[in-house]
């Protein structure tokens, strides 16, 4: 038989075969988009390979190690923030009685503003330098006028940063790394001189957060008026204390 004739007698047999079988109808668009969204069914593309138990494991294994290097850091970091806790309550019998005897008149209007602005060298602190910087960004606004003067003095790294932005010209002293060492009062002594060497005021405002919480600080602002605008604004009554009752008595 002729092979040609073989070739073509095959290719008509197989049509007929194809032609009789059902041919299934095509999907619609929407239809098949709808199965990819259903949660029931499992969509696989072609080509797709699935990952290897190993590296599931090594995954696993590898997670496991940095939960327990977050453990040991959250040990470590409470263990400093009870230490320096407790030196911040220790410190307060120092400052706090010169603060209620001294008082606050943050309401004195003055022309030569400084504004210390205190937050931290390093971050990963939540918003407690963006809350020193913007309750001075404030007062800055509040107290300005066309005869007023107003000055930043900046203690930390992070609102060194963020004043140097906007306010370049109006920093006039910048102090960081002063959190290396623990404070104590020799070190705050030698920040206190040097800014009241080498700055003009009537009227520091300090700004920093006051410790509530762990997940808490209040901004607060403390004001130190210069001694002549002291002599000009208030008038002290002073009491008499028992012992000098006693003298006079006697």
């Known amino acids: 038989m002729n092979p040609l004739k073989m070739a073509m007698t095959t290719l008509q047999r197989e049509g007929r075969r194809l032609a009789a079988a059902p ?3 095509p999907t619609p668009l929407n ?3 709808s199965s990819l969204g259903s949660p029931s069914e499992e969509v696989c593309l072609s080509g797709v390979r699935f990952i290897s138990t190993q590296v599931v494991r090594n995954r696993m294994k590898s997670v496991k190690n940095i939960q327990k290097i977050t453990k040991a850091m ?7 923030l009870r230490a320096v806790q407790s030196r911040t309550e220790n410190s307060r019998g120092l400052w706090q009685p010169f603060s209620v005897l001294l008082g606050d008149t943050p309401s004195v209007d003055v022309k030569k503003n400084v504004i210390i602005t205190i937050s931290s060298d390093k971050g990963l602190c939540g918003g407690i330098n963006s809350t020193s910087v913007k309750t001075s960004r404030n007062i800055h606004k509040l107290n300005s006028g066309p005869e007023k003067e107003n000055k930043y003095v900046i203690l930390g790294e992070k609102a060194k940063a963020q004043l140097l932005r906007d306010s370049k010209k109006d920093i006039h002293l910048v102090m960081t790394e002063l959190q290396k060492n623990p404070l104590n009062y020799t070190q705050v002594s030698v920040v206190a001189d040097e800014i009241l060497k080498n ?3 009537d ?3 300090i700004v920093f957060n006051k410790f509530q919480s762990v997940v808490s600080f209040l901004p607060t602002m403390s004001t130190v008026l210069s001694p002549e605008v002291t002599a000009l604004n208030l008038v002290w009554h002073w009491t008499p204390s028992y ?3 006693k003298l006079v008595r006697s």
Do not use: N
Not at 74 to 80: D, G, H, Y
């Open 74 to 80: 959250k040990m470590v970091a409470a263990s400093k």
């Open 199 to 201: 700055v003009e005021f």
């Open 243 to 245: 012992i000098q009752i």
């Open 23 to 25: 041919f299934p109808s």
């Open 203 to 205: 009227a520091l405002r």
């Open 31 to 33: 239809a098949f988009r």
